[in-house]
């Protein structure tokens, strides 16, 4: 039974989407197949995994500290509370005024002393414009404010840990991943780098480059792998076609590929692909 069709908590990226075609492929392999979450994201893949092979190993990699945010999800709940009640009287999408705005971070500023820790994700998804973010409580102040906090509640307490349960969870740069487990046997490889020229702190740099996708390309196994693309740069038909020019193999030769596309409201679409190549393929 798949016991989550999205993430707890919001996450740029996570894969809910895609569950739907996800799921049948991974039913098709065996029980006792190893799923490695290279870039794991909000765990969301992850989580389908252990789902639906429950005696099956599935490392995520948790270079976001995702994790960390469920461990804190009871505290920003009643965060989340304490701004919707400050911003009641406004009306919602609207520019926050000086003196509310104030108040706003007055109680930020009470939750991180009470709490030692704010989850700045999920915070500036309630107050900035979409995929923006603050990290600190002087960059929260430095941005104008928008009345647009969620209007529902968090998941429970309890969300972590059910959420996380099953999963071996760990904090490694991707290429340790990589190295450990693209020549394992019964291992499937799930490769979702971020964007290129994104934020990515994690992954030792500022952003990702072309050079992380060429590294990622040389380390990447020819088989057992779902890589998750997007039109925002896919850099797979660009190989294909290079490579019947200048006679260079790539680990997509031969791959599947599904294709689905995205609208969100206000902020465009997007047009993403799932390449996949199994052993039993």
């Given at each position: ?62 270079y976001d500290n995702y994790s960390e945010r469920l461990h804190h999800i009871a505290e920003t709940e009643q965060l989340r509370q304490e701004i919707v009640s400050i911003l009641a009287p406004l009306k919602h999408n609207s520019r926050v005024p000086e003196e509310y705005k104030a108040l706003v ?177």
């Amino acid at each position: 039974m798949i016991q989550y069709t999205t993430a707890p908590l919001p996450f740029a990226g996570q894969k809910r989407r895609w569950l739907k075609q996800l799921e049948p492929i991974i039913r098709s392999l065996p029980s006792n197949t190893i799923f490695v979450d290279v870039f794991g994201g909000s765990g969301l893949v992850s989580r389908l995994c252990k789902d639906v092979h429950p005696t099956a190993r599935v490392i995520y990699n948790d270079y976001d500290n995702y994790s960390e945010r469920l461990h804190h999800i009871a505290e920003t709940e009643q965060l989340r509370q304490e701004i919707v009640s400050i911003l009641a009287p406004l009306k919602h999408n609207s520019r926050v005024p000086e003196e509310y705005k104030a108040l706003v971070l007055r109680a930020v500023q009470a939750h991180e002393k009470r709490c030692q820790y704010v989850d700045w994700v999920t915070l500036s998804g309630w107050l900035l414009f979409t995929n923006n973010f603050a990290y600190s409580l002087e960059d929260l102040a430095s941005r104008g404010l928008y009345a647009h906090p969620s209007r529902t509640a968090l998941s429970d307490a309890d969300a972590s840990e059910r959420y996380l349960r099953g999963l071996e969870i760990v904090s490694v740069d991707y290429r340790e991943l990589l190295s450990a487990h693209k020549d394992a046997s019964n291992t499937i490889l799930i490769l979702d780098p971020p964007y290129l020229s994104t934020k990515c702190y994690g992954y030792k740099g500022d952003s990702w480059s072309c050079d992380d996708y060429l590294d990622l390309l040389t380390m990447m196994p020819t088989t057992n792998y779902l890589y998750f693309s997007s039109a925002k740069f896919d850099f797979v038909p660009f190989l294909y076609r290079t490579s019947a020019t200048w006679g260079y193999k790539h680990p997509f030769i031969g791959a599947q590929v599904l294709r689905r596309s995205s609208v969100f409201k206000g902020v465009g679409g997007n047009n993403e692909a799932l390449y996949y190549k199994l052993s039993n393929d």
